[in-house]
């Protein structure tokens, strides 16, 4: 394993990082202005289409796509440290590169999955950031960390599928551009094999019946910047058979071919929040005294420090293997990586954004630093593409049966 920068890999990375200096880092500000003055709160600021133009410009464009007939042809190895440095500014740097999720997943499930039909007629203009999208799989009303109880209905009806039930957390959808949803629920409820029960679909945002009831908050953040999570109603929507993805009976293996890229990917930003939460560790600890000398000279602080860049040092190696044994033997080859990596970097950098958090006292709490948003986010991905405990039920069970 050689995880050093080939020549393409460095290139867009110089790139990248000048393009945060000169472009992300002084948008942030201009963003939060922006966005007081906008008439909802779901509106996104102009200065979002000005980093977009500017990032495909200079070819910082759909980076996270390996097909090279659509996006970059980059190798998870090669994406790895790109999307760490997005993480750094995940309000802004993901959607500037047009490699936010759930828009990215949903570009991979219709990029290896859609119709051609249905590549022209979504595939096309999200990957020319033209609009945004929307997956709605989670439900309040079953535990939805087992996708087999998903209770939403996709009936066929002639030469349509009337789609009925209650999704929440569906993140985008409050975005006034988010013109389409990939939505899983069942086609075959009462199928012998709880594994072919389901079914992914596309539903555009204004077909009737489809209601984008209210925004779902995560600890208190709307995640405007996101696009927020919405609680969403489908009340007998019907759309063509066509909209359906691949066959019936295909959505649960669609689900997990789209969320296995989805985990890695959060995992390298996550590296990226830490590094971020280091580096703010440090110039907290270098301008501030307390008790008669810097915090830098404190023995706890020293140690939260040291801490700290020994963990996503572990990090980073543990998900760059995970990265290239994807590319090498495929997503199959690299479940156990995948799943190490999903429940040890959350956790971890949630530790560490926490020490930032202690470390900046009150303004560690408050909207004046970004810390307080960076840690609901790593928590939040302690939930999402499958909670901790079902990560380490899967791994545990593979690690015994070598002994059973």
């Known amino acids: ?49 000005e980093l977009k133009a500017e990032a495909r410009r200079r070819g910082l464009w759909n980076l996270f796509l390996p097909d ?17 440095i997005t993480g750094r500014s995940p309000q802004l740097a993901p959607t500037a590169l047009n490699c936010a999720a759930p828009d990215t997943g949903n570009m991979e499930v219709l990029a290896q999955f859609g119709s051609p039909q249905q590549q022209a007629d979504w595939l096309k203009p999200l990957l020319e950031g033209e609009i945004r999208s929307a997956f709605a799989m989670t439900e309040p009303e079953v535990a939805s960390s087992d996708a087999t109880n998903i209770e939403t209905r996709i009936e ?29 629920g069942k086609t075959d409820p009462e199928g012998s094999d709880i594994r072919r029960q389901q079914s992914m679909i596309l539903v555009p945002r204004d077909t ?24 969403v109603v489908f009340d007998r929507v019907r759309v063509p058979a066509t909209n359906l993805i691949g066959e019936e009976g295909g959505g649960f293996a669609i689900a997990q071919a789209r969320l296995g890229p989805g985990r890695i990917h959060h995992c390298m930003r996550l590296i990226g929040m830490a590094e971020r939460a280091i580096e703010l560790m440090c110039r907290r ?56 990596i999903k429940i040890a970097t959350p956790r971890t950098v949630v530790d560490i954004i926490d020490r930032a958090v202690q470390l900046h006292g009150a303004g560690g709490v408050s909207q004046d630093f970004p810390l307080a948003e960076l840690w609901a986010g790593a928590r939040t991905l302690m939930l999402a593409d ?18 059973l």
């Not at 090279?68 to 999307?83: D, F, I, K, R, V």
């Not at 984008?212 to 927020?228: F, K, L, S, T």
């Open 208 to 231: 009737p019946g489809l209601e984008v009831r209210r925004a779902m908050q995560v600890y208190g953040y709307e995640d405007h910047w996101h696009g927020g999570h919405a609680e």
């Open 285 to 340: 600890a270098v301008t501030r005294t307390a008790f008669g000398k810097p915090l830098a000279q404190q023995g706890a602080v020293q140690q939260w420090i040291a801490d700290a860049r020994v963990a996503v040092e572990q990090l980073r190696l543990l998900v760059l293997k995970t990265a290239w044994l994807m590319d090498t033997v495929g997503n199959r080859g690299a479940h156990t990586e995948i799943q190490a």
């Open 386 to 403: 499958g909670p901790d405990e079902v990560h380490q039920r899967s791994l545990a069970r593979r690690e015994l049966k070598k002994y």
């Open 156 to 184: 066929r009806d002639g030469d349509s599928y009337v789609i009925t039930g209650r999704k929440w957390y569906i993140s985008g959808a409050m975005n006034p551009n988010c013109r389409i949803f990939i939505v899983m």
């Open 1 to 49: 394993m050689d995880f050093g920068y080939d020549a393409t890999t460095q290139e867009l990375r110089e790139k990248l990082l000048a393009f945060m200096d000169e472009h992300v880092y002084p948008a942030q500000a201009v963003m939060a202005e922006q966005h007081a003055k906008l008439d909802s709160p779901w509106q996104t600021p102009p200065v979002v289409q």
């Open 68 to 84: 090279s007939e659509h996006g970059a042809g980059l190798t998870n190895l090669q994406y790895a440290p790109l999307a760490e």
